[in-house]
């Protein structure tokens, strides 16, 4: 495909990174030269100087020949703007991202009148997936698929599972779920049930919310619910994160520098606590109660501060700790302090617009592609297909499918509300259905899966 992205910044950088090692063709477009320049030392992409509001500028980049403008500029305006003249000037498809509250309660105009396809809010993401962590406090993270029947959560391995082949697991606790990919040190395996786990290994597991939370109670993983939680920093992540959790029945407390801030807060979050103060001081913590809070979430805009901090936390024994990362050199350097839940904004919001991009390449109108998910350092990613064809994977028992290396099927969620979940090797794939496949490899449709 040929992508235009217009924003040269953490995200824009980010995407030219991913759709370059998908092979597509990518022109960048940035008003400052040396991002440019930068970002075309490192990769294969071309790169056009100049404002993506303009006209003589998007036809210098091919915009008439694009399938997809990417418009991640940092201001809202200018990226639903740049979608609107990328359109008409012939993009095929357009994505935005918007990151005001006023703005995103208009998506549907905006999608339906203005013709930007997708619109992207990445703070609002960001919280969403924090939410589920902080709601599954046992996993190191969690992600939904087919509207939240399946849940696929990455958790370090129990001392009751060391040493124990996978189909030993199965038999013993008698739960519907599947362990569909183990990170070992640098390596990634998907593994089949002869598979033995070892002490230091993260697994990820697939079924219905019931199913794993059962499995963790018979594993003696505790997964106690949180009651109170304690978040640094005043920005849109924590003010959607903060209403979520309010909803859930938790109770909220935020801390903020600013004092203009915290009165917008105050007002738009009534049930929450806001403090006004610095939240890396470790006096103003302690006071605050930081050893007496279930969990806790560091969300500055600054990653050696919310490192520092989530430290502290877990130096406090907070059972729960979830620290915001912008560079994955940081995200690594973390799995040795014990801090485990990391949440990227930016990797989050290219998961959904190259999810996106890998639903709208397929040869006809009818994708299959729903949702993507990386896992393991984006070394893995669990993919949602909506089965909308007959092909070489439907109507035949999983056992005679003859699949690529490094494929899982990982739950199949039945069209009209059959049975559904962990599949075995009597299960068939059907049109309607919903299936999640985990994989090393780069899947655009369903079929992909065979060898």
Do not use: W
């Amino acid at each position: 495909m040929n992508i235009v992205i217009i924003g040269g910044g953490k995200v824009g950088r980010k995407l030219v990174e991913d759709f370059a090692k998908e092979g597509h063709s990518v022109i960048l477009i940035d008003t400052r030269d040396e991002i440019i320049e930068r970002i075309q030392n490192d990769y294969d992409v071309m790169g056009v100087s100049g404002s993506g509001t303009d006209i003589d500028i998007l036809d210098e980049a091919g915009i008439k020949n694009c399938d997809l403008a990417v418009c991640v500029t940092d201001k809202d305006e200018i990226n639903a703007l740049c979608a609107i003249v990328a359109k008409k000037r012939g993009a095929k498809n357009c994505v935005a991202r918007i990151r005001n509250r006023q703005y995103f309660r208009q998506l549907g105009f905006m999608r339906d009148e203005l013709g930007i396809n997708l619109i992207i809010n990445p703070e609002f993401y960001a919280a969403n997936e924090i939410s589920r962590i902080l709601r599954f406090p046992a996993a190191i993270k969690t992600e939904t698929f087919a509207k939240g029947r399946i849940e696929l959560a990455e958790l370090k391995l129990p001392e009751s599972l060391e040493d124990k082949p996978i189909f030993e697991i199965y038999k013993k606790y008698k739960v519907r779920l599947l362990i569909c990919a183990v990170a070992r040190g640098d390596k990634v395996i998907i593994p089949n049930g002869n598979f033995v786990l070892m002490r230091g290994d993260k697994i990820h597991i697939t079924g219905s919310h019931a199913d794993i939370a059962k499995f963790l109670k018979l594993a003696g993983i505790d997964n106690l619910r949180l009651k109170t939680v304690m978040i640094i920093g005043g920005g849109r992540i924590s003010n959607y994160l903060a209403t979520q959790l309010i909803e859930s029945g938790m109770k909220v407390k935020i801390i903020e520098s600013n004092h203009d801030r915290c009165m917008e807060l105050a007002e738009y979050i009534p049930k929450a606590k806001i403090i006004c103060g610095d939240g890396t001081d470790q006096y103003l913590l302690d006071e605050e109660g930081i050893d007496t809070v279930d969990a806790f979430v560091s969300l500055t805009g600054i990653d050696e501060e919310n490192i520092v901090i989530s430290m502290y936390a877990r130096m406090k024994k907070v059972d729960k700790v979830v620290t915001k990362i912008n560079r994955i050199s940081f995200a690594q350097m973390l799995d040795t302090t014990g801090i485990d839940s990391i949440v990227t904004p930016k990797d989050i919001t290219a998961n959904i617009i190259v999810g996106y991009a890998r639903a709208m390449n397929e040869a006809d109108s009818d994708p299959e592609v729903v949702s993507l998910y990386r896992i393991i350092k984006n070394k893995a990613e669990a993919v949602e297909f909506k089965v909308t064809r007959n092909s070489g994977v439907t109507n035949r028992a999983l056992k005679d499918l003859k699949l690529k290396k490094n494929i899982l099927v990982a739950a199949i969620v039945k069209k009209g509300g059959g049975r559904s979940g962990v599949p075995d090797g009597n299960s068939m794939i059907e049109v309607g259905d919903t299936v999640v496949i985990v994989t090393t490899e780069k899947l655009k449709r369903l079929t992909d899966i065979l060898a």
